[in-house]
């Protein structure tokens, strides 16, 4: 139990710049709170204690702005940043380390009985305003942006925006491309800010196609610079290499 608190905090004060101690965070969290208000009223829906279970939520909901059904299935290190006017499903499942921001709907789309609320696998970040309806699936480490209405399953690692939800890129997905590009950007002396895979940035495609032709006219003259030393010759040294006292 001890071990489920800690984890709770220190997920707090990774995720969150403004968190700057324990205490701060325990006194001072209502995403915590609702979580640890939820837990027992979970406790008590899974033992069949339905009313008692929902007078809790209901006295967590006036207290924390944050309202969680109690039949809710959430796992572990589950952060709520800010808050004020989330609204979780009765069958909505939550996974390990995922992050809901203020104003967060998961929501349902039918009055019929049964599975009617999203699932959202490990790691998911859900912004600010946004909806994810229905008995739908957001994929592992997926991101949903702020205000997007989201209401088709999210494959792993997508990034959603907009109304209705589209998926505008991928996230952590490493591919030789990019690595090379993040090469070749270290090099050049700075940073690849392009990070977001696949979004449609005009400038971030921009900035992808200039690493790209850099790195063909370096793989360029490392060819001509081999076919000179085959041919006996050397390129002279250049300038930009050289001491600036000697110059």
């Known amino acids: ?15 969150d710049p403004a968190a700057r101690n324990t205490l701060e965070v325990v006194t001072a969290y209502p ?4 979580i640890y208000m939820h837990r027992l009223s979970h406790l008590l829906w899974s033992s069949g204690f339905k009313w008692l279970a929902r007078m809790n939520s209901h006295i967590a909901r006036f207290l924390t702005g944050i309202e969680i059904h109690p039949g809710v299935t959430i796992g572990r290190r589950f952060f709520i940043d800010h808050g004020m006017g989330v609204v979780i499903g009765e069958t909505a499942e939550i996974g390990d380390n995922c992050t809901l921001y203020h104003g967060v709907t998961l929501g349902g789309t039918s009055w019929e009985k049964g599975k009617r609320h999203p699932t959202l696998k490990d ?17 592992a480490n997926a991101r949903v942006g702020s205000n997007a209405v989201v209401v088709k399953n999210v494959p792993d690692n997508a990034t959603v925006v907009g109304v209705p939800g589209r998926i505008a890129g991928t996230t952590n997905v490493p591919d030789a491309a990019t690595a090379e590009r993040e090469k070749t950007a270290e090099r050049l002396g700075f940073d690849a800010y392009g990070q ?13 196609s200039m690493l790209d032709h850099a790195k063909s006219v370096e793989n360029q003259l490392a060819e001509i610079h081999a076919a000179l030393h085959k041919l006996g010759l050397e390129l ?6 050289e001491d600036p006292g000697t110059r």
Not at 1 to 15: G, N, P, S, T, Y
Not at 31 to 34: D, N, Q, R, V
Not at 202 to 207: F, R
Request: charged share 25%; with cysteine.
């Open 196 to 208: 977001a895979r696949d979004l449609s940035d005009p400038l971030s495609q921009a900035v992808d």
């Open 123 to 139: 790691g998911v970040v859900v912004g600010a305003g946004a909806k994810v309806l229905g008995p739908i699936i957001v994929g």
């Open 1 to 15: 139990m001890f071990e489920r608190l800690k984890e709770d905090i220190d997920c707090v004060l990774a995720r």
């Open 31 to 34: 995403g915590l709170h609702a």
């Open 236 to 241: 002279p040294k250049s300038t930009s290499s």
